[in-house]
């Protein structure tokens, strides 16, 4: 089992920042994929950002790349995304997920297995 905790949402004028942190407790280090979804009112749950546990690998949606920055520390269990040149249409509630060894694209929301109960991020112009 895995438990994933987000913090660090707010509201935020355009061209600002924000960082966001996920504490994860539970067996993440072996094999799991951590990433960040999002999802806006009347929307989908979109893929942010993904990166492996273990190697550190990164994969980012074409929307954010250049602007926002995944990482992790494994020594605290905590994931982070720097978001950075926020966009009002950056604007969501933003899951931190993780999942095992799977052949499912890792943008799809199917991919992961557990799901942090979400952190509200507003842009405003």
């Known amino acids: 089992q895995v438990q994933l905790a987000e913090s660090g949402g707010g509201l935020v004028q355009a061209g600002g920042s924000l960082r966001l942190s996920c504490a994860a407790s539970?067996?993440?280090?072996?094999?799991?994929?951590m990433a960040w979804f999002r999802q806006a009112p009347g929307k989908e749950r979109e893929f942010v950002a993904a990166v492996s546990w273990s190697a550190g690998a990164t994969y980012y949606a074409d929307s954010v790349k250049g602007r926002f920055t995944i990482s992790k520390d494994n020594a605290k269990n905590t994931l982070y995304l720097q978001m950075n040149t926020l966009k009002p249409e950056d604007t969501a509630a933003y899951y931190c997920v993780a999942g095992r060894v799977s052949s499912i694209p890792l943008n799809q929301v199917r991919r992961y297995d557990y799901w942090g109960q979400g952190t509200q991020v507003t842009v405003s112009s």
């Open positions: 539970g067996r993440t280090s072996v094999g799991y994929l």
